[in-house]
């Protein structure tokens, strides 16, 4: 029975990224929890819980990146299971929420999935959510349970600032970045540009303006995601195409399907700085200049901080080091 500040917990991992489970469950100080996740015969997903998790406040780590609605299912299925074995709490650790772009209705007759899947994880039993850079902050709302979303920002100001990146200029990718941007750049003590574009159709994007002053300047891109980084490659060419010294990119979830690698691969990226909220396979692993930085410590001292019932607001704050 793992004991943690008096309280019995227990940490599992289902199967979208057991490594960063693996480091949480570290830093926390206690090993993962066993469960088997397995597949009938016809693709049903069978759970097996292999120790008891009656009067326990349960971690459940499970990141619903590609294959979407397989993590998904798992974890609904993982939840009931945790439910029904009288489980305390049941925390779900989701660094990257799967269905987030699906937000609202952009057009008539489209879904809200986003909504969707608060409602399925909140029925199958889930009592709290973690996540991380929710791609839509109103997304939230959605929940009538506690959400945590935790920012990646102060990771990765914290790189940049042990960098030393003299002649900053921090990039928007898009209006909808600009808070993202303009947070990175007080922390540098740097400028910003914001890239104005427009999308014609899903995964296309098309660059019509840079506002802002980035000619003989490093510049640092910051955004949430990248996905198919169609909308990346396009405006590290722009960038570079109206004088930019050097570009950076960073961001909190690397999805990087479709042609990503290789568009990445192509593009005059000085540095691709990216997180663990999803788990990287060795070809994507060997992507030209690209850095992984972990969130299991920022996670970690979230549990610890939730099961203690202390605030988890300082978690949100960068405080740069001294003699930088």
Do not use: W
């Amino acid at each position: 029975m793992a004991i943690v500040h008096g309280k019995k917990i227990k940490i599992f991992s289902l199967n979208s990224n057991p490594i960063l489970a693996k480091e949480i469950a570290d830093y926390v100080g206690i090993p993962l929890s066993k469960c088997n996740v397995n597949r009938f015969s016809d693709g049903e997903v069978q759970v097996n819980i292999e120790e008891t998790v009656r009067g326990h406040i349960v971690f459940v780590v499970q990141s619903t990146n590609c294959p979407v609605n397989e993590n998904y299912m798992e974890l609904l299925i993982m939840i009931d299971a945790l439910k029904r074995a009288s489980a305390e709490q049941i925390n779900i650790i989701m660094p990257y929420y799967g269905y987030s772009r699906q937000d609202r209705k952009a057009a008539p007759r489209q879904p809200i999935s986003a909504k969707l899947m608060a409602d399925l994880l909140q029925t199958a039993g889930a009592t709290r959510l973690m996540c991380l850079d929710l791609h839509a902050d109103q997304i939230q709302g959605f929940f009538d349970i506690p959400i945590d979303n935790f920012l990646a920002l102060p990771i990765l100001a914290d790189y940049f600032v042990k960098e030393k990146i003299e002649d900053i200029v921090v990039v928007a990718p898009d209006h909808g970045g600009t808070t993202r941007a303009r947070k990175l750049a007080m922390v540098l003590d740097a400028p910003m540009a914001i890239i104005d574009k427009r999308r014609p159709r899903p995964n296309v994007a098309e660059v019509m303006n840079v506002i802002g002053e980035i000619e003989n300047k490093n510049c640092i891109i910051i955004d949430d995601m990248i996905d198919t980084a169609g909308t990346l490659s396009i405006v590290v060419k722009t960038l570079k195409e109206r004088g930019a010294k050097t570009v950076r990119a960073c961001c909190t979830h690397a999805l990087l399907s479709g042609a990503a690698i290789e568009r990445l691969n192509s593009a005059p990226l000085e540095q691709l700085v990216v997180t663990n909220t999803t788990e990287l396979t060795k070809e994507k692993k060997a992507i030209n200049n690209l850095v992984v930085l972990s969130v299991a410590q920022l996670l970690g001292r979230g549990i610890l901080n939730i099961i203690d019932d202390k605030p988890v607001s300082d978690l949100f704050v960068y405080n740069k080091p001294e003699n930088f």
